[in-house]
């Protein structure tokens, strides 16, 4: 296990943009060992002749009618941005592999 | 049954039924704003003892109320004319903060009304409060918190049990006639079991998702906590039914839940699968007190059947793939850009990851984390695709099993409520705590936790539920059997005595 996790919950945190300190990737990483370990439980399992999918409930779910509605006030939901200007949403540079 | 001692105090109308409180209310005998003042006085009583409010609105609550007073006698007829109810802090509400128990949207005030809470109001009820939980639902204690963790009503000193906490402390205590509560993996069912009370995780598209802030979207339903049977039957009543705002929400009709309570146990097949009570880690109090219910029912005209579900087993593996999946996918929206928290940072990347590791608790980067691995390139297939085609033979084993049976009969947890700090250092442990009930969030299917039963505690008796499985869309089925259950076993009459 230990091989395979190796570097592990710091590639992660990467791919979902979570900073995480030295410490916190160190037990993230045991923590995380132990629950693919479990996981791998389900190898025991004979799924060769079983589908990825349940067959769906298309029919339950009518569509609703194809009709403009009235749009959100753009104000409402630019009053919720940490940062504006005017009424755009406002970020810090964009730079690096950002 | 020991006798309540603290709680002889309580105000008899708090034991009533919804329907009976309601009925109260028509005639005049209980006026709105008085009903909603004796919950508010309720809360004021036993929230320094549980906790389970994460937000109270006492004054938005009372000027509703107030306004109920003054009206027409044709508004009056809402199912749930000015019942003061308290939702799970993840059910969206407008202008009414809305945290999903994290700091991550701690101060967000939603800019629309979440189906759930419109459909309450619009059936006349009294919003009360948000109430606490697991951050964004993930957790099987409610301790998953940046804030205080709600205290079990029969023992603050242990969990309420998880991710619907608050809701389920608060109905036990009776600072709230009902609340809603969603669930991913247990998150109503549990809380209910640990609490002493009713709690309703209804079909997969029974009732709209629209407003409840998304963990895992294939499994999350949310559904009533509520203390009788026939209160969540009504209240489920309200909440059921297509909504065009989700997709997923089933354009089936709603049947009478309500009526579906007066149709008894006599004749109908329980199946029970015997060898899921062998299971490593089943409190043998709890297997016990479940072997006797199984005698209840059959006391009551059922009919016992064995039936088999040879891969319940791998459910809690498949479930924390799917669940951890879909959630990765789901949190990405938080970045700290168009709502919620924002990180001081130099460049936008730095602001992403800073805002993210700010916002999010421990337990839900675990998630996070774990959802982006099963869900890369190269462990796809071993992880995701394992794990959703277990997911399909879990259902298919349901399908099967209920050929020979009308419902299931479960335990809940295979523990009572356990200490408050107990379990929160080894996550995996925590994640088997939930063997019982992640099969049926799998399946898409409903089930209820009714109280069945009580263990000896180092304090006080504890709560153990007892659970009832049916086929997708029959909580009818769920709702006959426990009705019938509860008027002949009527455990929700004893009150927790270690609170005001």
Not at chain 2, 261 to 278: F, H, I, K, P
Not at chain 2, 288 to 310: H, Q, R
Not at chain 2, 427 to 434: F, G, K, Q
Not at chain 2, 476 to 493: G, I, M, N, T
């Amino acid at each position: 296990m230990n091989t395979k996790t190796e570097g592990l919950a710091e590639q992660l945190a990467r791919l979902a943009r979570i900073e995480l300190s030295d410490s916190e990737l160190e037990r993230t990483q045991t923590q995380l060992g132990s629950i693919l370990n479990y996981i791998e439980s389900l190898e025991s399992l004979d799924l060769s002749a079983v589908p990825e999918r349940l067959e769906g409930d298309v029919k339950l779910a009518p569509l609703r009618p194809d009709r403009a509605a009235a749009p959100f006030d753009p104000e409402r939901l630019l009053s919720a941005a940490p940062d504006r200007r005017g009424d755009l949403v406002s970020v810090p540079k964009v730079k690096g592999e950002g | 049954m020991t006798s309540p001692s603290a709680a002889d105090g309580l105000d008899p109308r708090l034991q009533l039924s919804l329907a009976e409180q309601r009925a109260q209310i028509r005639q005049g005998e209980l006026g709105p704003s008085e009903v909603t003042q004796l919950y508010l006085d309720r809360i004021a009583r036993t929230e320094p003892a549980i906790s389970a409010y994460r937000c109270r609105l006492e004054e938005r609550a009372m000027a509703h109320a107030q306004r109920l007073d003054g009206a027409a006698a044709s508004e009056r007829d809402g199912e749930l004319f000015a019942l003061p109810f308290a939702l799970k802090d993840n059910l969206v509400t407008q202008g009414v903060p809305t945290t999903a128990g994290s700091r991550m949207l701690e101060g967000w005030l939603p800019p629309y009304e979440g189906s759930q809470h419109a459909a309450l109001q619009q059936a006349g009820g009294v919003l009360l409060g948000k109430q606490a939980m697991d951050e964004f639902s993930m957790g099987s204690s409610s301790e998953n918190t940046p804030w205080i963790a709600p205290k079990n009503p029969w023992d603050p000193t242990r969990v309420t049990g998880g991710s619907s906490g608050g809701g389920a402390a608060s109905v036990a205590a009776r600072s709230c006639a009902f609340a809603l509560g969603s669930d991913t993996g247990g998150s109503i069912r549990q809380p209910a079991a640990f609490c002493g009370i009713v709690g309703l995780k209804p079909s997969y598209g029974r009732v709209s998702r629209h407003g409840l802030v998304a963990y895992a979207s294939s499994l999350d339903q949310v559904g009533p906590l509520t203390r009788r049977v026939r209160d969540a039957a009504l209240v489920l009543k309200v909440i059921a039914g297509h909504d065009p705002k989700d997709a997923t929400s089933a354009g089936l009709e709603v049947p009478d839940f309500v009526a579906a309570c007066e149709r008894g146990v006599a004749g109908r097949r329980v199946g029970v699968c015997r060898a899921a009570l062998d299971r490593e880690g089943f409190d043998p109090r709890m297997r016990a007190a479940f072997l006797e219910n199984l005698k209840e029912l059959e006391s009551l005209g059922a009919t016992l059947v064995d039936i088999e579900l040879p891969s319940a087993e791998h459910a809690v593996a498949a479930y924390y793939v799917i669940a951890a999946a879909e959630a990765s996918s789901n949190l990405a929206r938080f970045d700290g850009v168009r709502y919620g928290h924002r990180a001081q940072a130099g460049d936008l990347m730095e602001q992403y990851c800073r805002s993210r590791a700010e916002g999010f608790g421990d337990e839900v980067v675990r998630r996070i984390l774990l959802g982006t691995f099963v869900l890369r390139a190269d462990s796809y297939e071993a992880y995701y695709g394992r794990a959703l085609k277990t997911r399909t033979l879990i259902a298919q084993e349901y399908q099967t099993a209920f050929e020979r049976c009308d419902v299931i009969a479960s335990p809940v947890s295979p523990i009572p409520p356990f200490a408050l700090g107990e379990k929160t250092a080894d996550p995996l442990t925590m994640y088997l705590a939930d063997i019982f009930t992640v099969s049926i969030n799998l399946a898409g299917l409903p089930a209820i936790s009714i109280p069945s039963a009580w263990v000896d505690g180092p304090n006080a008796p504890l709560p153990v539920g007892l659970q009832l499985i049916a086929p997708r869309w029959q909580e009818e089925e769920l709702l006959a059997v426990s009705a019938a259950y509860e008027d002949a076993f009527p455990h929700h009459q004893r009150l927790p005595s270690l609170i005001g």
